[in-house]
């Protein structure tokens, strides 16, 4: 049984480009949450999907969004690209509800030039 | 808002010591704990999850501790080997924010054989 994966591994963007990272989430899971983990620092919260439809979001700006598929598999989309954007993204996936563990994948490793 | 505090940043001990991690969270109504390891660059491993109605959780040479009303939680790593060698991470998810995980900074772990 796969874990959670994500693709790619490592990114290298230019600013003011468009990303788009990719979640697929443990098999059974129905709710996947992506995080930004800034070098030495604790992940932070983006958003979380469920049912296909946004239903959590943290402290960051428009120009990050996603996407849920009907297959529960993830997308998180960054616009207008800023240096500050550089970072590990990392995705969780779980079942429904607070008292459920969150599985990580190894994260996307995006560099903003 | 929810703060996660972790105690000390940086921690280099002998192999074979036993040693304790610590976090603190400002806000009690939480849903449970998960201490997280991650290993430089990669993703994150959930070690324990402690679920707010429990005192502790064990995992072989692993044991968690929760005082919900205190806003404590330590990681106790008994027999330290170098493979232990890692940033370990808490993360509270709290009764009124869904399902989002609010992380510490983490611990950065050195033993050394």
């Known amino acids: 049984d796969a874990g959670v994966t994500q693709s790619p591994t490592h990114l290298i963007k230019t600013r003011g480009q468009q990303v788009t990272l990719r979640c697929s989430p443990k098999?059974?899971?129905?709710?996947v949450s992506w995080y930004q983990q800034a070098l030495g620092q604790g992940p932070q919260f983006i958003f979380q999907?469920?049912?296909?439809?946004?239903?959590q979001r943290g402290n960051f700006p428009d120009r990050f969004s996603g996407h849920q598929f009907p297959n529960y598999s993830s997308e998180l989309n960054v616009n207008a690209l800023l240096l500050g954007d550089s970072a590990l993204y990392l995705c969780?996936?779980?079942?429904?509800?607070?008292?459920?563990?969150?599985?990580f994948g190894p994260g996307t490793r995006l560099t903003v030039t | 808002k929810q703060e996660v505090t972790q105690i000390p940043a940086a921690l280099s001990v002998p192999e074979g010591k036993n040693l304790v991690l610590n976090c603190s969270f400002t806000?009690?109504?939480?849903?449970?704990l998960q201490w997280f390891r991650q290993d430089p660059g990669k993703g994150l491993t959930s070690l324990l999850l402690?679920?707010?109605?429990?005192r502790e959780q064990t995992s072989g040479r692993l044991n968690a501790s929760l005082d919900k009303s205190s806003g404590r939680s330590t990681l106790y790593i008994a027999a330290s080997q170098p493979g232990d060698s890692a940033t370990y991470l808490c993360?509270?998810?709290?009764?009124?924010?869904?399902?989002?995980?609010?992380f510490g900074g983490g611990t950065r772990l050195m033993v050394k054989p």
């Open positions: 999907y469920y049912e296909e439809e946004e239903r």
């Open positions: 993360a509270v998810r709290e009764d009124n924010a869904g399902n989002m995980l609010t």
């Open positions: 806000d009690s109504a939480i849903y449970n």
């Open positions: 098999s059974g899971h129905d709710t």
């Open positions: 969780a996936s779980s079942l429904e509800g607070p008292t459920y563990e969150q599985y």
């Open positions: 402690i679920q707010s109605s429990q």
